[in-house]
């Protein structure tokens, strides 16, 4: 039967849920539809996919048509100069299938690329542009698992660079905060491209802001670079005019020229890697492995809780510390052991293994452990020393479930807002800065070498989350993941524990205040009127401090895109911390 489309915009009265959260709250609500569903972080985008789904299209076709739009009205956060991991459940099969479109080092890098560099100077250079990954990904899973025409996905995207879209306010605040880091207009690092400059900003050398939010803006260049996809798929972005432009670019930029060749851009690949895949309380949770962290870390928070009960509250102290606890145990073997499988070796199925869980969970007590060291998880690895530190910045989450069942779960990056900064002349686009996932130095605080140092041809190790559920009898039950830098994992793994332990719907999942712990201090997320619930923030912090844990309060802004599947409805989760928007029918 054909319903109405839906578009969740309102906010509307819900009880909340947990007795710390006891009182009526405006929050958004959940939509729920019959047979298809698209969440991103964007209602134009999201509007795209809807679109391609009415028209019979598979989640892989509707795919491309919210990446190329999300590239042109979020474009802070990614697009043609990026990379996405995206796992793909097959209704027909019940096949997991993931795809790695990470960004690749260019072959002539070496570990000491970012040596004596701060973030800052490597983020808004050359040195950190990895080979992208999107267009390919978009070709490969349209390839397999697409049944409209691939010219006519471009068509949302190439109308609205060429007749115009509105600045979203989200948009017009991250230029201005990155404006704000400078010390004047002239003297520029952040938009120093003279292009990203004129396109972002009103080019002002005295006075110079973002072009307003809801200004009407037009990408022709981005609309040219769509047509050539178009009619020539992949090939017409690695090789050519465009792949030209990409390595001058890079090769030419102000602050530090990078390295990327034709040749690098020429050899790229999507790599099919089989998911990482654990069960959680009889729930088989999918994801992505190395050289995301993703799935290993979130397994491995979800393989410690299932040693626990978890109580009845979301934000109950007993629960918040477990969570927190688990997250240092999962971010202390993270850091020490994962990086791209091709180049290390890392303990994949040790790290998920029940018995070693059950010992990480053992040392877990009713205070707070302080930095949790690395565990020894069974199995083989590469001697590594630990990461130190950590970056975030511009991402996006896309969740979709089509008419004939099979769904998707995409994590789209640039890596930071507005990736590198520099946008491609002539091409409407940015370059990512993803090299800065990897560790800037080489070797470990223990004189082993890091398994994420910087290595030619690698991919660098990310958080990014996308994860699909199946339940006991195999069937789809949750699409979620979420941007944020490293704080996606504990993003995606609450929205997990949300649904599956308290029995929240998706867009319940997505209010609660995020609470996480990166083995570091015990972050907490502060209300948002109107987006998240609220509740007693003092009387958890005063809780947590008597355990002794170290608490922050601030913001956690996740965008987190949920699709849960009931017996009789699609419920879809938007993530309104950011412009987070679910369509369907
Ligand atoms: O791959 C990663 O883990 C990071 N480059 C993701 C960055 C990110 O999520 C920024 N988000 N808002």
Redesign the pocket.
Same mark, same amino acid.
């Given at each position: 039967m054909f319903r109405r489309l839906v578009l969740v915009l309102g906010l509307l009265m819900v009880a909340a849920v947990s007795p710390a959260v006891a009182q009526e709250v405006e929050v958004p609500q959940a939509v729920t539809t019959q047979r298809e569903m698209v969440v991103t972080a964007n209602p134009v985008a999201t509007a795209a996919g809807v679109k391609v789904l009415q028209q019979g299209g598979t989640a892989a076709d509707a795919m491309v048509a919210v990446q190329t739009v999300l590239g042109l009205v979020e474009p802070q956060?990614s697009g043609l100069g990026g990379g996405a991991f995206l796992v793909w459940y097959d209704a027909m099969t019940g096949d997991i299938t993931t795809y790695d479109a990470r960004e690749k080092a260019p072959l002539a890098a070496t570990e000491d690329r970012f040596a004596g560099l701060g973030f800052f100077l490597a983020w808004q250079s050359g040195l950190s542009v990895g080979v992208p990954g999107t267009p390919m990904l978009m070709e490969t899973v349209h390839a397999q698992h697409g049944n409209r025409p691939w010219p006519t996905l471009f068509a949302p995207a190439i109308g609205l660079a060429e007749g115009g879209y509105d600045v979203t306010a989200r948009t017009a605040d991250q230029v201005n905060a990155l404006l704000s880091f400078n010390p004047s207009c002239t003297e520029r690092l952040l938009f120093r491209d003279p292009v990203a400059f004129e396109y972002f900003t009103n080019g002002s050398e005295t006075d110079c802001a973002a072009i307003p939010a809801g200004t009407r803006v037009r990408n022709p260049d981005y609309a040219d670079t769509l047509r050539t996809l178009r009619s020539e798929g992949a090939s017409g972005f690695y090789t050519g005019d465009i792949a030209a432009a990409i390595v001058d670019a890079v090769q030419t930029d102000l602050t530090i020229p990078g390295d990327m060749t034709l040749a690098d851009l020429a050899a790229y690949e999507v790599i099919e890697r089989d998911p990482v895949c654990m069960d959680y309380r009889g729930h088989e949770v999918c994801g992505m492995g190395p050289p995301?962290s993703g799935a290993l870390a979130v397994g491995q928070i979800l393989g410690i809780l299932e040693n626990f009960d978890l109580g009845d509250d979301p934000l109950g102290e007993e629960f918040v510390h477990l969570f927190a606890q688990a997250g240092r145990l999962a971010f202390a073997d993270r850091n020490l052991y994962v990086g791209d499988t091709d180049f290390v070796t890392v303990p994949v199925e040790g790290m998920l293994n029940e018995a070693y869980l059950a010992s990480r969970a053992a040392l877990i007590t009713d205070t707070d452990m302080g930095t949790a060291a690395p565990g020894v998880p069974p199995g083989e690895f590469d001697p590594t020393g630990p990461q130190e530190g950590d970056?975030?910045?511009? =991402?996006s989450h896309v969740s979709i479930v089509d008419r004939y069942g099979n769904a998707l779960s995409m =994590?789209t =990056?640039i890596?930071?807002?507005f990736g590198n900064g520099v946008m491609v002349p002539g091409a409407g686009f940015l370059l990512n800065n993803?090299l800065t996932?990897f560790s800037f130095a080489a070797v470990g605080a223990n004189g082993d070498p890091i398994a994420n140092r910087v290595q030619p041809g690698k991919r660098?190790?990310?958080?990014?989350s996308p994860t699909i559920v199946l339940d006991g009898d195999g069937n789809l039950e949750l699409v979620t993941g979420s941007?944020?830098?490293?704080a996606?994992i504990g993003y995606t793994a609450q929205s997990i524990v949300n649904v599956l332990d308290f029995g929240l719907d998706a867009q319940q999942a997505v209010n609660v205040p995020h609470h996480q712990n990166r083995n570091g201090s015990t972050r907490l997320e502060a209300p948002i009127p109107g987006v998240t619930l609220d509740y007693d923030v003092a009387a958890l912090v005063a809780a947590l401090e008597a355990r002794g844990h170290p608490v922050n309060v601030g913001s956690l802004?996740s965008?987190l895109s949920v699709i849960q599947v009931t017996d009789d409805a699609l419920v879809g989760g938007a993530d309104h911390r950011r412009d987070g928007t679910v369509g369907g029918r």
């Open positions: 956060s995301s970056s975030e910045g511009g =991402t =994590t =990056t890596e930071s807002s993803e996932d660098p190790r990310s958080s990014m941007p944020g830098g490293s996606i802004v965008g």
